[in-house]
């Protein structure tokens, strides 16, 4: 969760008032253009897709000169290499705001419907995701993963900003073919390490070991309270979009148990590693009333057993809980992150349990209505 104030906190769990702020990004060395009085609707969309961050903004001329609608190439809001960075907060009692960055976003398609115009917009993964490999891209044999990674981000997107992890693993001998997806490969390389590549609400690409669910606090509580009555108490009003949540339970597509292999041409013999669903408590224990149902993975990236076995807990740790998830309308946090884990309770679905965040949508004005969080039940990959 991105970092907020006690205060920010505690008035986001009362009655508040929503606050925007939204700038033009017109290249690394131009200043942002603050466009916020020309905006009037849009929402953000947040998964842990290979383009995490999304998105639809309006604006309208107001006539004061500002050329907020596209007419070429050069406008503030044409499609043709700007960027929008948003902001979303709070409006305090006493008039003063706070905000947290919510997307770096690509503008990728305007319609103008005068006096409105309608922009489409994607994160910086977008960027990369279309500069295909023109010819065939070797990586050596040796690379550190985190500077052949970083190496072919800035090829692909000259003003990329990077935060990675320290990492020691290194690279077989890699040969993509030309038009390959080179956001798809990095993202392969990260995963093979058992790490994350992305975005981050400043357009920060991040590579960082993907989180350990064991003992981590929830960043927040849902605990919407159909029951609430008068006389008022602030404790039973928060969250109340809650009452809709809709909780399934679906098992088609779910595994409890990863064979990573590794085949590349720099080992003598392929690798393995294995991870399995095994705590007792899970639903979903490999070889119990659940069954058996282990996903399969090759790579030429898992150079040893200590990666494949990596490989195999973090893509497992992906898996389970995913047969049990709640969609929760709730009250807008536009602090959330993917991966965040909350605490929801209802008694009425028999719920009170840790989730993590996979999905959410994030209204930007307050007829944009409630929040949609999709979540699955974490559960911790034990010790094989």
């Given at each position: 969760m991105w970092p907020i104030s006690p205060r920010f906190a505690a008035?986001?769990?009362?009655?508040?008032?929503?606050?925007?702020?939204?700038?033009?990004?017109a290249g690394p060395d131009a200043d942002p253009v603050d466009i916020t009085p020309y905006f009037t609707d849009g929402s953000l969309d947040v998964s842990r897709q290979a383009v995490r961050r999304s998105g639809t903004l309006s604006f309208a001329d107001k006539g004061d000169g500002t050329a907020i609608i596209p007419t070429g190439p050069n406008s503030l809001l044409a499609p043709y290499g700007n960027e929008l960075r948003i902001w979303s907060?709070?409006?305090?009692?006493?008039?003063?705001?706070?905000?947290?960055?919510?997307?770096?976003?690509?503008?990728?398609?305007?319609?103008?419907?005068?006096?409105?115009?309608?922009?489409?917009?994607?994160?910086?993964?977008?960027?990369?995701?279309?500069?295909?490999?023109?010819?065939?891209?070797?990586?050596?044999?040796?690379?550190?993963?985190?500077?052949?990674?970083?190496?072919?981000?800035?090829?692909?997107?000259?003003?990329?900003?990077?935060?990675?992890?320290?990492?020691?693993?290194?690279?077989?001998?890699?040969?993509?073919?030309a038009a390959a997806d080179p956001w798809d490969s990095f993202q392969q390389l990260a995963q093979g390490i058992g790490h994350q590549l992305y975005h981050d609400p400043l357009g920060t690409c991040v590579l960082?070991?993907?989180?350990?669910?064991?003992?981590?606090?929830?960043?927040?509580?849902?605990?919407?309270?159909?029951?609430?009555?008068?006389?008022?108490?602030?404790?039973?009003?928060?969250?109340?979009?809650?009452?809709?949540?809709?909780?399934?339970?679906?098992?088609d597509g779910v595994y409890n148990a990863v064979v990573a292999t590794g085949e590349s041409t720099d080992l003598a013999a392929p690798v393995r590693g294995v991870a399995y669903d095994s705590d007792p408590t899970s639903p979903t224990l490999y070889g119990g009333k659940f069954g058996k149902r282990p996903?399969?993975?090759?790579?030429?990236?898992?150079?040893?057993?200590?990666?494949?076995?990596?490989?195999?807990?973090?893509?497992?740790?992906?898996?389970?809980?995913?047969?049990?998830?709640?969609?929760?309308?709730?009250?807008?946090?536009?602090?959330?992150?993917?991966?965040?884990?909350?605490?929801?309770?209802?008694?009425?679905?028999?719920?009170?349990?840790?989730?993590?965040?996979?999905?959410?949508?994030l209204p930007l004005r307050a007829g944009g209505g409630a929040q949609t969080i999709d979540t699955r039940v974490r559960r911790a990959i034990l010790g094989q």
């Open positions: 008035l986001l769990a009362d009655g508040h008032e929503l606050a925007v702020k939204v700038e033009v990004l907060g709070l409006r305090f009692p006493d008039g003063t705001e706070e905000f947290v960055p919510v997307g770096t976003l690509r503008i990728t398609k305007p319609v103008v419907r005068y006096p409105s115009v309608t922009v489409e917009l994607s994160d910086r993964a977008w960027v990369v995701q279309g500069a295909r490999f023109e010819d065939s891209y070797t990586i050596p044999s040796g690379t550190n993963v985190a500077e052949a990674i970083r190496a072919g981000l800035v090829a692909c997107f000259p003003q990329a900003v990077t935060n990675f992890a320290d990492v020691s693993d290194v690279t077989g001998q890699l040969i993509y073919d960082a070991a993907e989180p350990d669910q064991v003992d981590v606090p929830p960043v927040w509580t849902y605990d919407g309270k159909p029951n609430a009555s008068l006389p008022y108490d602030p404790q039973d009003w928060a969250n109340l979009a809650l009452y809709d949540q809709e909780h399934a339970w679906d098992t996903l399969f993975w090759s790579s030429p990236l898992l150079l040893s057993a200590g990666q494949a076995e990596l490989a195999a807990r973090t893509m497992l740790q992906k898996q389970v809980g995913l047969a049990e998830s709640l969609r929760i309308p709730a009250v807008p946090h536009p602090a959330l992150e993917c991966g965040d884990p909350i605490l929801v309770v209802r008694p009425e679905l028999g719920i009170n349990t840790l989730h993590l965040v996979d999905h959410f949508t």
